[in-house]
């Protein structure tokens, strides 16, 4: 805590100071159009030893989520494309895509490198790379203001706004 909680309205206003470094994962989804070697025709990010050597395609009628269906087939029009899932959704397309493709195997961690499973889009070819991918930040010295009260607890991260008009964070009705 900065400073001994202050008395605010009907409760008291508490400010902390907060200094942490955090790292969150995403999942990394990128689509690229083929050439018929199986080599995306855009990048030059991807090693072609790295690819299967004789691919299964997987044809986008067995693409039921919607998120990786309209990111296979704009990059079938656009030639590459790029999404993200947060962390919370990693190891489902993890798994939907080693289920999907016999050539992708279910990948735990961002040190184990990407999966890769080639799709036939209405007749063009695209490859699918899922990478598991960390950022940090850092929060020094970064204020947060509560309200705290006998019935509810507000958040606010501006300090130039009160606290009182802060997010709910928690709530109790009278007895």
Known sequence: MEQEP????????????????????????????????????ITNRLESSDLPDDPTYIPIEEVDDQLLRGLLESAAVNRVETDSVDDSKIEQYSELIATLSPDASTIESPSSGPEYAYFDVEGTPVLLEFRIATSDGDLWGEEILYYVTEYVVRRTDATDSPPENGKLIECRFPE
């Open 6 to 41: 202050k008395r605010v309205a009907d409760g008291y206003q508490v400010t902390l100071v907060v200094s942490a470094s955090i790292i969150q994962a995403y999942g990394g989804l990128n689509a690229y159009e083929v050439d018929s070697d199986g080599i995306p025709k």
